[in-house]
């Protein structure tokens, strides 16, 4: 999915997939929220929005329930993650996640919600 870097709010970047009807939000702090069921419509005139940040609040995070999608690294964890690809180390194994999905909703939407 291609996402198109945005600064608005908290929104970071935002991304389609038209044909699972997916819509991709990441937000600062490296939080990312999946929707499904989005029409392209829609995704159109968020993404043409001069408020998307508004748009968001009031069209999709109050429309449609959030999965969790996975975080965005920075530039250091990007970094991290090719030395641990090279060199074999420091991924954490799924089973040491306790973390559900629900969970990681509800913390991205906590980040999400200004203060």
Excluded: C
Aim: hydrophobic share 45%; net charge negative.
């Amino acid at each position: 999915m291609d996402m198109k870097k945005i600064h608005s709010g908290k929104l970071r970047a935002i991304g389609y997939d038209a044909a699972r009807r997916l819509l991709r939000v990441e937000l600062e702090g490296g939080a990312a929220l999946e929707y499904s069921g989005v029409s392209a419509d829609l995704w159109r005139r968020f993404a043409a929005s001069g408020v998307a940040w508004s748009f968001y609040r009031d069209n999709i995070e109050e429309e449609f329930p959030a999965k969790a999608g996975a975080r965005v690294a920075g530039a250091a964890g990007a970094q991290r993650a090719a030395l641990d690809a090279l060199f074999g180390g420091g991924a954490p194994s799924a089973q040491d996640s306790t973390t559900d999905d629900g969970d990681a909703v509800a913390q991205a939407r906590d980040d999400a919600t200004p203060r």
